[in-house]
C-alpha cells in the first residue's frame, strides 16, 4: 500500500493540504500519516520556561489534538488515517519518519508569499524540498484537487534525469496523467550539454509512457513554465532537485524558490539523489530490464 505522509501544524495551510491528500489516498487507495514536529528547544527558549516542562506538555497537548484529528478522519474518509507526534528539527524528524514508515510522498502545505511569515514559511518548505527522503508534493494555500490529470515537468535536459522520470511516471500512473515535459531556455542560459541526444534518449527508454515534450525560448524560464502551467490548464508542476556544483545550486535554489511562491497549482518535487541507494538502483534496474 502506497503510504502518504502529511506534516501538519494544524493550522488551516495545513488542513488545505491534507484535504488535498485524502482526496489523492481516495484514488490511490494509500494510507494517510499524519505527522506533528514539536522544536522542543526553540520553543522552551522563546517562552524562556524549563525545557523538561514544556516537552511534556506540549508533546501531551500536541497528541491529543492529533490524536481528535485522527479519529474526525477516520469518521468521515473512507481511506487508513493515522498520527504521530515527535520532537526535534522539522526536516530530519520528517526524514526519520519517511525512512520508519517507508514514505513514497509527503504532501505539505506553504503559505505563499504574502508577507514576512509566509515567506518564512514557504523557505521552510523549499528547505525540505532540497532535503526530502522522497518526493514532496507542496500545496498551495488556495489550491483543490479536481484530479490529476496533466502534469508539467520543468526539464533543465540534465542527463542524470532518468531517475526522476522513472518517479515522476510512477506518481502519474495511479491518475492516467498526462506528462507534459517543458524544457525553458532563456538566451543567457548556457547550454552546456546538447539538447537533441537527451530528447532522442527521453523517447528511447519512455515509449511506454504518457507523454509529450515541448521546447519554449523564454527570456524568463519562471515565467514560461508558469505561463504554460496557465495556458495548458495543468494540475501539478514537477521539478527536479539535485546536488549541484556552487553556481548551478544557487542559480537551481533561486528557479525552484520562485516557482514554489509563485505556483497556484502544487509543486512536486523529486530527488535525484534518492536517501538510499539500493532504492535507486531497484528503479534504474527495472528500467533497464523494460527496454
Same mark, same amino acid.
Given at each position: 500500500?502506497?503510504?502518504?505522509?502529511?506534516p501538519t501544524d494544524f493550522s488551516g495551510v495545513a488542513a488545505n493540504a491534507l484535504e488535498y491528500a485524502v482526496a489523492m489516498a481516495s484514488v490511490t487507495k494509500a494510507? %494517510?500519516?499524519? =505527522?506533528?514536529?514539536?522544536? %522542543?528547544? =526553540?520553543?522552551?527558549?522563546? &517562552?524562556?520556561?524549563?525545557?523538561? &516542562?514544556? /516537552?511534556?506538555?506540549?508533546?501531551?497537548?500536541? !497528541? +491529543?489534538?492529533?490524536?481528535?484529528?485522527?479519529?474526525?478522519?477516520?469518521?468521515?474518509?473512507?481511506?487508513?488515517?493515522?498520527?504521530?507526534?515527535? /520532537?526535534?528539527?522539522?526536516?530530519?524528524?520528517?526524514?526519520?519518519? @519517511?525512512? *520508519?514508515? +517507508?514514505?513514497?510522498?509527503?504532501?505539505?502545505?506553504?503559505?505563499?508569499?504574502?508577507?514576512?511569515?509566509?515567506?518564512?514559511?514557504? #523557505?521552510? =518548505?523549499?528547505?525540505?524540498?532540497?532535503?526530502?527522503?522522497?518526493?514532496?508534493?507542496?500545496?498551495?494555500?488556495?489550491?483543490?484537487? *479536481?484530479?490529476?490529470?496533466?502534469?508539467?515537468?520543468? &526539464?533543465?535536459?540534465?542527463?542524470?534525469s532518468t531517475f526522476v522520470l522513472q518517479q515522476l511516471f510512477r506518481l502519474s500512473a495511479p491518475f492516467q496523467a498526462k506528462v507534459s515535459i517543458i524544457n525553458c531556455?532563456?538566451?543567457?542560459?548556457?547550454?552546456? @550539454?546538447?539538447?537533441?541526444?537527451?530528447?532522442?534518449? %527521453?523517447?528511447?527508454?519512455? =515509449?511506454?509512457?504518457? &507523454?509529450?515534450?515541448?521546447?519554449?525560448?523564454?527570456?524568463?524560464v519562471v515565467t514560461g513554465i508558469l505561463s504554460f502551467v496557465q495556458e495548458n490548464q495543468m494540475d501539478v508542476l514537477a521539478v527536479s532537485t539535485h546536488e549541484r556544483? $556552487?553556481?548551478?545550486? @544557487? $542559480?537551481?535554489? /533561486?528557479? #525552484? +524558490?520562485?516557482?514554489?511562491? *509563485?505556483?497556484?497549482?502544487?509543486? $512536486?518535487?523529486?530527488? !535525484?539523489?534518492?536517501?538510499?541507494?539500493?532504492? *535507486?538502483? +531497484?528503479?534504474? #534496474?527495472?528500467?533497464? !530490464?523494460?527496454?
Amino acid at each position: 500500500m502506497i503510504t502518504i505522509l502529511v506534516p501538519t501544524d494544524f493550522s488551516g495551510v495545513a488542513a488545505n493540504a491534507l484535504e488535498y491528500a485524502v482526496a489523492m489516498a481516495s484514488v490511490t487507495k494509500a494510507h %494517510i500519516l499524519l =505527522a506533528h514536529v514539536v522544536d %522542543i528547544p =526553540a520553543m522552551a527558549a522563546a &517562552y524562556e520556561v524549563n525545557m523538561g &516542562y514544556i /516537552s511534556s506538555q506540549v508533546l501531551a497537548d500536541c !497528541e +491529543k489534538e492529533m490524536q481528535t484529528l485522527v479519529q474526525r478522519l477516520r469518521a468521515n474518509v473512507a481511506v487508513e488515517v493515522d498520527g504521530i507526534c515527535t /520532537s526535534g528539527k522539522l526536516v530530519a524528524q520528517v526524514n526519520e519518519v @519517511v525512512s *520508519k514508515y +517507508k514514505v513514497d510522498l509527503v504532501v505539505m502545505g506553504s503559505h505563499g508569499q504574502s508577507g514576512l511569515l509566509d515567506r518564512l514559511f514557504g #523557505t521552510n =518548505a523549499l528547505a525540505y524540498m532540497n532535503n526530502a527522503h522522497c518526493p514532496v508534493l507542496v500545496v498551495p494555500p488556495t489550491a483543490t484537487f *479536481k484530479g490529476i490529470h496533466n502534469i508539467a515537468f520543468a &526539464y533543465d535536459l540534465d542527463s542524470e534525469s532518468t531517475f526522476v522520470l522513472q518517479q515522476l511516471f510512477r506518481l502519474s500512473a495511479p491518475f492516467q496523467a498526462k506528462v507534459s515535459i517543458i524544457n525553458c531556455l532563456s538566451e543567457r542560459q548556457l547550454n552546456i @550539454v546538447p539538447d537533441q541526444p537527451l530528447l532522442q534518449y %527521453i523517447t528511447e527508454h519512455f =515509449a511506454q509512457e504518457n &507523454y509529450c515534450l515541448v521546447q519554449r525560448r523564454e527570456d524568463d524560464v519562471v515565467t514560461g513554465i508558469l505561463s504554460f502551467v496557465q495556458e495548458n490548464q495543468m494540475d501539478v508542476l514537477a521539478v527536479s532537485t539535485h546536488e549541484r556544483i $556552487l553556481l548551478e545550486q @544557487v $542559480l537551481h535554489t /533561486s528557479v #525552484t +524558490k520562485q516557482l514554489l511562491f *509563485k505556483t497556484q497549482v502544487p509543486l $512536486l518535487a523529486i530527488q !535525484e539523489n534518492p536517501y538510499a541507494a539500493e532504492v *535507486k538502483h +531497484k528503479f534504474l #534496474t527495472q528500467l533497464e !530490464e523494460s527496454n
